[in-house]
């Protein structure tokens, strides 16, 4: 009889929280969307897998040594620890809260200790702070995006730039957005929460990652899983905006056809970027940075193994191991919180913004170039999201003149997104940081 | 509270400038950056004339190639013969 306890007293069900299956409900749905409605399921089957495994009690597969010492230590190494933080009460709550603000060499001790005492890190643990905490993965990734972004037509058309710029003003829009909520009181964001909620409107999943990693850690998963949901949605949210802000005489608009871009031309960009990087935004250079070295992989002509492995193979297997570490932080002391729902909202307002804004610019510099120069439905490109937010471009075009391929003219201010993107999160880094 | 407010404020303000003027710099050095590379690039190169590779048409190069395949096969024949 007492062997039956025990192993009921252990089991899944009878220390399953309603917490944890609100958040293995939550994976499923991600798992839903990803496999039923192929919203990029690249990321959402790794995150929604991870968010199940995270959630499965008893298992601590998504918590620290010391986490696991918490919740399923004995009185022995709960009381280690409580005279190792200073905790009076010995109460692990207190606990919890005095081991967040701990110096690293005090949470080191408190690792060992725990560790002495047979708690390990997690599985899912230790992906996340080799591949998300050491900021790695997006890196990691941005290098893959750049041996796979060709240039060619933003090199053409350099002006393009300006579409890229004028989409990130959904970022910034979005943290005035968060900053008013919490003066009204409705939320309660800081600045660095606010930044990190803006980039969502970056529409680059890897850029939201490292810019959230380094300025607000605990709403990770809410942002994570809030980017990649919108950058599936793309195609649903933009065409009302763009359709709403351009005539129907713009959206017939026939560009001209692109220069031809030399070898030499796509080889000496990325270097021409990185050195204007270094020279003015150097919080900006281990995303730019990275992002230079694939591209010049990809375009000097004499590394393509690597190039292939970095925009194939690596990418690849980072992805795998991106998407589960944000799934480990799908737990429901972090995840179920009026935050979250607030940052899901604040998210695709950020989105339609970009969108909005990009399109805008397009008609003003169409209309300071003669009124024939550039078809607006572009400008939404500018939000990154490459090359979904380009083909929904080319899709607009031919609804409206079906001889009117805008693909190649929209992947320049698509490119230039990922630039501009990039710049807003160096600078909210150093700003904000 | 309203101090939230005004560095949010600021942080769009600078931010925003700060993304266009590093990319109105980028499409400066970009295009200058083109127009170099252009000055420069030697004129693309008049597809090579056919000549040389074009062995056939040539009766001089015709009759040593018969001659060197003659050889071969009289000297591969008689390594059979010699089996």
Known sequence: ?433 | MDELLSEGLSLMVYGMGFVIVFLTLLVIATSAMSRIVMRFEPAPLPKAAPKAKTMSSNPADDAQLIAVMTAAIHKFRNDRKGQ
């Not at chain 1, 970056?202 to 949901?229: E, F, N």
């Not at chain 1, 871009?261 to 919080?283: D, G, H, N, Q, T």
Request: proline share 4%; charged share 10%; hydrophobic share 55%.
């Open chain 1, 1 to 433: 009889m007492e062997a039956l306890l025990s192993i009921w007293r252990d089991s899944g069900l009878s220390n399953l929280t309603v917490g944890q299956v609100v958040m293995i409900f939550v994976g499923f749905i991600l798992l839903y969307l990803a496999i039923n409605k192929k919203f990029e399921p690249l990321l959402l089957v790794p995150i929604g897998f991870g968010g199940i495994l995270a959630n499965i009690p008893q298992a601590g597969i998504a918590y620290s040594a010391v986490e696991n010492a918490f919740y399923f230590g004995g009185p022995e190494v709960l009381t280690e620890l409580s005279h190792l933080l200073g905790s009076a009460s010995g109460n692990i709550a207190e606990m919890k809260v005095l081991y967040a603000d701990a110096a690293a060499s005090l949470k080191a001790a408190a690792t060992f200790v725990a560790q002495d005492n047979g708690y390990n890190n997690g599985m899912l643990y230790n992906f996340y702070s080799i591949a998300i905490l050491s900021g790695a993965a997006p890196l990691l990734i941005f290098m893959g995006v750049g041996a796979m972004t060709d240039f060619g037509p933003l090199l053409a058309n350099p002006r393009m730039m300006y579409l890229g710029a004028a989409a990130q003003f959904g970022i910034f829009a979005t943290v005035i957005g968060a900053v008013g909520l919490t003066t009204m009181g409705i939320m309660d964001f800081s600045i660095q929460e606010a930044a990190a909620i803006g980039i969502i409107g970056g529409a680059d999943g890897p850029t939201a990652i490292w810019v959230s990693t380094m300025l607000a850690p605990h709403l990770l998963g809410a942002i994570a899983v809030s980017a990649y949901a919108y950058m599936a949605l793309v195609p649903m949210v933009q065409p009302p905006i763009m359709r709403l802000l351009t005539t129907e005489r713009e959206r017939k608009i026939v560009m001209s056809q692109l220069r031809h871009v030399s070898k030499r031309e796509k080889i000496m960009f990325p270097i021409v970027l990185l050195l204007l990087v270094a020279l003015l935004l150097p919080a900006a250079a281990p995303l730019l940075g990275m992002f230079c070295f694939g591209n010049l992989m990809r375009e000097c002509g004499v590394v393509d193994r690597l190039s292939d492995t970095a925009q194939n193979a690596l990418i690849n297997i980072v992805t795998i191991f991106l998407g589960l570490s944000v799934g480990s932080v799908l737990v429901a002391d972090k995840f179920l919180d009026l935050q979250t729902l607030g940052i899901m909202i604040l998210g695709i307002i950020a989105f339609a913004i970009g969108t909005a804004s990009g399109v805008l610019m397009a008609k003003i510099m169409n209309s300071m170039m003669g009124g024939n120069a550039i078809n607006p439905l572009i400008g939404s490109a500018g939000v990154s999201a490459v090359p979904m937010a380009a083909r929904v471009s080319n899709k607009l075009g031919l609804e409206a003149n079906p001889q009117n391929f805008l693909l190649m003219h929209a992947m320049g201010p698509n490119v230039a997104g990922v630039i501009g993107s990039a710049i807003a999160a160096g600078v909210m880094i150093k700003f904000v940081g």
